[in-house]
């Protein structure tokens, strides 16, 4: 049976300084600076993730590669998810590819509906997405952000009936939020924080930066 772990102790354990927990699992991104050097890379990565019976969620660009392990939708992460993140970083130590956990991060599409399954069901129609569980749906080829339909106990009037969630590391949350702020945006609230923050532009519509803390 799995060894189920909490974010904190991911975070805190040894040999996680590289990755980031974010909305559904941790990441990590690794500067290769080449294509080439990417590849080696993704071939250790691959290397690792079978020795481990894991998939990872690898998406290689002409200067680096990102990593996610996706956490269980139950129970979150456990031991063998660490374990594979700490032989990923050896992998990436070997080939000289040094890790930026400042250069992750996860955008989700936040629907607020009455009836939720109907909801879903267009979204999933008109977007070619695949269902997880009752609440989630999620591009097939990773190439998208996903969509979260959060179930409303009576009916929203005007705008902001769709949102982002933008999902960054814990120590980047608070100068995201200034950058916003800086940038002509506005508090709704902090109410939530560190969980998250509500921040809305200039004409109301309305943004989530959330990360792991407060939540565990």
């Not at 189920?4 to 975070?11: A, K, M, N």
């Not at 929203?156 to 590391?169: E, I, L, Q, T």
């Not at 923050?197 to 565990?216: I, K, P, Q, S, Y």
């Amino acid at each position: 049976m799995p060894e189920w772990i909490t974010p904190r102790q991911f975070h805190e354990a040894e040999g996680s300084e590289d990755w980031q927990i974010l909305g559904s699992g941790v990441s990590a991104y690794f500067r290769t600076g080449s294509f080439a050097a990417g590849v080696q890379l993704v071939s250790a990565i691959g290397e690792a993730a079978e020795a481990a019976n894991r998939q990872p969620d690898v998406d290689l660009r002409p200067t680096g590669v990102t990593v996610r392990l996706m956490a269980d939708d139950t129970n979150g992460l456990c031991r063998d998810d660490l374990e594979l993140a700490r032989a990923i970083s050896a992998a990436a130590r070997a080939v000289g590819a040094p890790a930026d956990p400042t250069a992750v991060q996860e955008v989700q599409v936040t629907v607020d509906a009455l009836a939720r399954s109907p909801a879903r069901a267009f979204w999933r129609a008109v977007l070619g997405y695949r269902e997880k569980g009752e609440e989630d749906l999620l591009d097939p080829h990773t190439r998208g952000p996903a969509f979260w339909f959060q179930e409303m106990d009576s009916p929203r009037s005007g705008r902001n009936r769709v949102h982002v969630d933008v999902w960054v590391p814990h120590d980047q949350a608070e100068a995201r939020v200034a950058a916003a702020l800086a940038a002509g945006g506005r508090l709704v609230t902090d109410r939530y924080a560190p969980a998250w923050w509500v921040l809305a532009d200039a004409e109301g519509n309305e943004v989530c930066v959330a990360t792991w803390r407060g939540r565990d």
